[in-house]
């Protein structure tokens, strides 16, 4: 915004091996979030290169843009941005019925994905029956639900309290089991190490970027 | 389009604002229904006025003599042009393509007795023809034919009035009723759409009368119809011809505006068309300015709406809504809300005219009612007014940045 150009991000090399569950850490204003818009197609890098499952991501249009969030990735946000009116069934078969999968199809596919994280028989109810940790739930079925190359979770457990945290991390690590490449930003220690690996940003640029041996979450549940 | 999930979301927010989609829907049923009545109301009018005109053939032109107004070929102004049986032949030859039907008239007044009742009533003596001329409908026995006209019958067939007056509950078909003393057979009884005091009257044969009075060839005017085929332009051209043609047969002065009558109906009528055209469109650009108010109604609730919808639009995008189907979304909302109630006012306006529209029944005005068209225009111009109240709201909605949506703080 604005007209002046504030660089956020002052030159990043990173990359990430299918199967990965990486923890993306740092203050605010260190650019984890803008890192992961652009990874997420939601904002263009001013420069610099992004290749996703070997496609080159550059000078997408909105429609292009929307087409290829549709088909490779999956976002999971801090306040789990499920839509209020439509049921948690409804809610994980929206980016189904962006794909164009028939109503029947897309029902029966949300419904597996609902059993996968365990809401199956929460499906008729409206988010607002909901738990926090349940919300994030639907929303991490959702995210599944198209199946994406790389989930993104933006804070997913940042309205959550640590029990629940622990539900949430616990679920995406499962998923992760099941060779799912993850993103994570957070800014909360414990979580992070929850991950495979961890990449600590700084005003921009990377400044560590380590594996670490993954903390089970189950063990807290 | 037909797809549930769009439905959903509309009926959804539809329901959330009872109250605001109800007072913008408002706006356009009531400029519907205004723009209906406006519509309905002119051609109240034109029905009402063609009503007028009824009692005589729609092509029909009326000839009849004046006084000269201006000094032309010899002769002073002030004379007075009289027409004469030949003239009615002379047309008959001049013009056998445009002439469909042709009558010479011969007004007077007679003093009719039959038994003790008498009164005095005008008469016409007329050509046969002269019963489509001026559309006159027997009731009762027949209207004098060529026959009777050769022959010089005394024969007579009066109005429906005439009747009833002189002859009371006898059957006047086949009596001999005296006209100025003469003794006239009555052979037919008529009545006229076009108003009572046409039925108050007496048509003979003009030989007959011209022998009567004087053996003269002397009339008092000329009704004619003209080609049916003919469209306006054609016939006001014929009338023009005719008009000419005859002041030069009778020395009148061509700028003479008072030597000679000739009245077209298609004037009247296309007076009338580009009259009630007029007011029609007047009512069209009444209705549409009230319907501007209406869409701007329209896009107000939709602009409030994306804006509360902010989020929800961003997290479809991340999801991959792409633009066209935000737009899709938006679009097909506002043009549900247009529709609707475009359609509710539109069904008021029908109901209360199909309830009192055909009890109004006055000169001026009568039975104002929408056309099949109208509705489907309506219908048309709903939708436009949809798209056009949407697409500002829907573009806004496909702009939406899912990055600024999202935002959580």
């Given amino acids: 915004m604005g007209s002046n150009s504030l660089h956020v991000l002052k030159g990043i090399n990173f990359n990430a091996e299918a199967g990965e569950l990486v923890a993306i850490m740092g203050s605010s204003g260190s650019g984890k979030s803008t890192l992961l818009n652009i990874l997420g197609m939601l904002d263009g890098a001013d420069s610099g290169e992004y290749i996703l499952d070997g496609v080159p991501i550059k000078d997408l249009s909105e429609t292009k843009a929307a087409q290829y969030r549709n088909k490779f990735l999956g976002f999971v946000f801090q306040s789990f941005n499920l839509i209020n009116y439509k049921s948690a069934m409804e809610n994980v078969a929206l980016p189904l019925y962006y794909q164009g999968v028939p109503r029947k199809e897309r029902q029966e596919k949300a419904l597996k994905y609902l059993e996968r994280?365990?809401?199956?028989?929460?499906?008729?109810?409206?988010?607002?029956?909901?738990?926090?940790?349940?919300?994030?739930?639907?929303?991490?079925?959702?995210?599944?639900?198209?199946?994406?190359?790389?989930?993104?979770?933006?804070?997913?457990?940042?309205?959550?309290?640590?029990?629940?945290?622990?539900?949430?991390?616990?679920?995406i690590q499962k998923i992760n089991d099941e060779g799912n490449t993850i993103l994570v930003v957070t800014h909360e220690e414990d979580i992070a190490h929850m991950c495979k690996r961890i990449v600590h940003l700084k005003d921009g640029v990377i400044v560590e970027d380590k594996k670490v041996k993954q903390v089970r979450a189950e063990q807290y549940v | 389009m037909f797809d549930r999930d769009i439905w959903q979301e509309i009926f959804n927010t539809l329901k959330k604002n009872k109250l605001r989609t109800f007072l913008t829907g408002f706006s356009v049923g009531w400029a519907i229904f205004?723009?209906?009545?406006?519509?309905?109301?002119?051609?109240?009018?034109?029905?009402?006025?063609?009503?007028?005109?009824?009692?005589?053939?729609?092509?029909?032109?009326?000839?009849?003599?004046?006084?000269?107004?201006?000094?032309?070929?010899?002769?002073?102004?002030?004379?007075?042009?009289?027409?004469?049986?030949?003239?009615?032949?002379?047309?008959?030859?001049?013009?056998?393509?445009d002439v469909e039907y042709i009558s010479a008239r011969y007004f007077s007044n007679t003093t009719a007795r039959y038994k003790s009742e008498t009164g005095s009533y005008p008469i016409q003596a007329v050509h046969p023809e002269f019963q489509i001329i001026e559309k006159?409908?027997?009731?009762?026995?027949?209207?004098?034919?060529?026959?009777?006209?050769?022959?010089?019958?005394?024969?007579?067939?009066?109005?429906?009035?005439?009747?009833?007056?002189?002859?009371?509950?006898?059957?006047?078909?086949?009596?001999?009723?005296?006209?100025?003393?003469?003794?006239?057979?009555?052979?037919?009884?008529?009545?006229?759409?076009?108003?009572?005091?046409?039925?108050?009257?007496?048509?003979?044969?003009?030989?007959?009368?011209?022998?009567?009075?004087?053996?003269?060839?002397?009339?008092?005017?000329?009704?004619?119809?003209?080609?049916?085929?003919?469209?306006?332009?054609?016939?006001?051209?014929?009338?023009?011809?005719?008009?000419?043609?005859?002041?030069?047969?009778?020395?009148?002065?061509p700028k003479d505006q008072?030597?000679?009558?000739?009245?077209?109906?298609?004037?009247?009528?296309?007076?009338?068309?580009?009259?009630?055209?007029?007011?029609?469109?007047?009512?069209?650009?009444?209705?549409?300015?009230?319907?501007?108010?209406?869409?701007?109604?329209?896009?107000?609730?939709?602009?409030?709406?994306?804006?509360?919808?902010?989020?929800?639009?961003?997290?479809?995008?991340?999801?991959?809504?792409?633009?066209?189907?935000?737009?899709?979304?938006?679009l097909l909302e506002s043009i549900f809300i247009t529709t609707l109630s475009g359609f509710i006012g539109l069904l008021f306006a029908w109901m209360i005219l199909a309830a009192i529209g055909p009890t109004i029944e006055t000169p001026a005005f009568s039975n104002p009612n929408v056309s099949g068209s109208t509705v489907v225009t309506a219908t048309i111009v709903l939708i436009v007014a949809g798209v056009m109240a949407g697409l500002i709201p829907a573009i806004k909605a496909a702009n939406v940045k899912p990055i600024v949506a999202l935002r959580d703080k």
């Fill in chain 2, 34 to 97: 205004i723009l209906v009545m406006l519509l309905a109301s002119v051609n109240g009018m034109q029905n009402g006025f063609v009503g007028q005109f009824n009692d005589d053939a729609t092509n029909s032109i009326f000839v009849r003599p004046g006084t000269t107004a201006k000094a032309y070929a010899g002769f002073e102004a002030g004379r007075r042009i009289q027409f004469k049986s030949d003239d009615v032949e002379y047309i008959k030859q001049s013009f056998a393509d």
């Fill in chain 1, 117 to 171: 994280v365990g809401l199956r028989e929460w499906a008729t109810h409206l988010p607002s029956e909901l738990s926090g940790g349940q919300k994030q739930r639907v929303a991490i079925a959702r995210a599944m639900a198209a199946e994406p190359k790389v989930l993104l979770a933006d804070e997913p457990t940042g309205a959550l309290d640590s029990t629940t945290s622990y539900e949430v991390m616990d679920l």
């Fill in chain 2, 258 to 330: 008072s030597g000679l009558f000739v009245w077209n109906y298609a004037e009247a009528f296309d007076d009338i068309s580009s009259f009630s055209a007029v007011l029609r469109a007047i009512g069209i650009g009444v209705g549409f300015l009230i319907l501007i108010a209406g869409i701007v109604g329209i896009g107000n609730i939709m602009v409030f709406t994306i804006k509360e919808r902010t989020k929800e639009i961003g997290v479809r995008k991340a999801l991959g809504a792409r633009p066209k189907q935000i737009v899709n979304l938006v």
């Fill in chain 2, 136 to 253: 006159l409908i027997i009731t009762d026995g027949r209207f004098f034919n060529e026959a009777d006209l050769t022959n010089k019958a005394k024969v007579a067939v009066i109005g429906n009035k005439v009747a009833e007056d002189l002859f009371k509950d006898e059957d006047p078909v086949g009596n001999f009723a005296e006209f100025n003393g003469l003794p006239f057979r009555i052979i037919g009884i008529f009545i006229d759409e076009g108003d009572d005091n046409a039925e108050r009257r007496i048509y003979a044969p003009i030989s007959t009368y011209q022998r009567i009075y004087g053996n003269t060839n002397d009339i008092s005017a000329i009704a004619l119809t003209y080609n049916p085929t003919y469209d306006l332009a054609k016939a006001l051209e014929f009338s023009g011809r005719l008009e000419d043609l005859l002041k030069r047969r009778h020395k009148v002065s």
